[in-house]
């Protein structure tokens, strides 16, 4: 009889252990809990919120510093220089294509494309008078 009284008392004390493994592994959550303790997955959300919010300040900051910072840029070819190229180029492009149209696809001589008689001629050819 002493080992069968032997034997229980060891697995009482045995199912106590597991009994209280159990427990730490496996807490166990009231209805009451779970409102209050939100899950991992609502944790994870939080923190990416919190995040991105973070992110959006730094940015923010960020911009504002490169606003502060910036020197006013000198440029070496002015705007108003560019606008005077680009239509001089404009006018060589447009004399170029005259001389070209008029001298070799049309088989006159090129700079005939240039004097006032010529276009006075295309246009009474136009207008017809």
Known sequence: MATDQKERAVTGQNSQQTADQEKEQFPEVQPDD????????????????????TRKEQKKKQKQEKRQNKK???RIFPIWL????????????LVAGLM???????????????????????IDIVAKE
Request: aromatic share 6%; glycine share 6%; charged share 30%.
């Open 72 to 74: 006013p840029r000198r």
């Open 34 to 53: 779970r409102e209050n303790n939100p899950s991992r997955e609502q944790k994870q959300q939080q923190e990416k919120s919190s995040e991105k919010t």
């Open 100 to 122: 070209i149209g008029y001298g070799i696809i049309g088989d006159g001589n090129p700079t005939d494309a240039l004097e006032w008689d010529t276009w006075q001629h295309i």
């Open 82 to 93: 560019r606008i005077i190229v680009v239509l001089v180029f404009s006018a060589a492009a």
